[in-house]
């Protein structure tokens, strides 16, 4: 029997999307991109190429996460290296355990699938702080092949913004 201050992680199901779209529509984006987003979510999810994991306590979705099998970084998709891509933990609900407890359970899918490897990626300004401390702290590290902007390797001399685009890439052995 589950407690009532209990959080657990379950999978996605198609009712979700709605109340998705509702709680997670953030002031940096629109309705009709956040619709698109958990639709695509919920197909890709069906499909088995991405499973959409809910944070959940006292019925409310708090966060999600989810493992991308196929990662659209060339380096981990030529590598079969699967991607724990977007993890988000409510505001409210911040550092309390939530991140590090969707990074383990993701960490564990993969294991019990048969990969060796897992990896993310990580923004590199400082509303990412809380998470690339986490990710160290669990034993990530960079996959030593530079940053990246919008999938592509920078080069040097180069000039990009500093956005949600310029990720730099870590792993970590299973």
């Not at 994991?53 to 099998?69: N, T």
């Not at 400082?126 to 990710?135: E, P, R, T, V």
């Not at 000039?159 to 730099?168: A, E, K």
């Amino acid at each position: 029997m589950k407690r009532d201050d209990e959080v657990f992680i379950r999978e996605m199901k198609v009712c979700d999307v709605e109340a998705l779209i509702k709680t997670f529509c953030f002031p940096w984006s629109t309705m009709e991109k956040t619709l698109e987003k958990w639709t695509g979510y919920s197909t890709q999810h069906q499909k088995n190429i991405r499973t959409v994991y809910l944070l959940e306590k006292q019925g409310q979705i708090i966060g999600y996460a989810s493992l991308l099998r196929v990662s659209e970084y060339p380096d981990f998709k030529s590598s079969g290296i699967p991607e724990i891509n977007d993890l988000w933990v409510s505001q409210a609900w911040r550092n309390k355990g939530f991140g590090k407890m969707s990074v383990l359970h993701l960490e564990e899918i993969a294991r019990m699938e048969g990969y060796k490897q897992i990896g993310l990626g990580v923004g590199l300004y400082k509303d990412y702080g809380a998470a690339q401390i986490l990710y160290f702290k669990l034993g990530y590290l960079p996959d030593g092949k530079g940053i990246t902007h919008q999938g592509v390797h920078v080069v040097t001399g180069k000039h990009y913004p500093v956005d949600d685009d310029l990720i730099l890439w870590l792993c970590k052995p299973l």
